[in-house]
């Protein structure tokens, strides 16, 4: 994971590559396809019912405010510069 650094705004670079990390863990343990998972995301996507279609093909995933925080803990943002979020395009 690394020991993290001091605010800075190129740390947002470090935290793609550690996101993808995760992605990539999560991935192998086939995470993404689990029911819960599956529900948050439809429920993120205002989705009523889980559309299995559209979640096949959505390559985007929603990673856990655990590893958010984590991450964002150890490679913030300078103060007054506020995180992305999640971007679904």
Request: include cysteine.
């Amino acid at each position: 994971m690394g020991n993290g650094a001091l605010p800075h705004a190129r740390n947002s670079a470090i935290r793609k590559k550690k996101f993808k990390k995760f992605w990539t863990m999560m991935s192998r343990r086939n995470t993404w396809n689990h029911p819960l998972y599956l529900q948050k995301k439809a429920n993120m996507l205002n989705w009523n019912a889980i559309d299995s279609e559209r979640i096949v093909w959505t390559l985007r995933e929603v990673m856990p405010d655990c590893v958010l925080t984590v991450v964002r803990e150890l490679y913030p943002n300078p103060p007054g510069q506020l995180y992305m979020g999640h971007k679904w395009i």
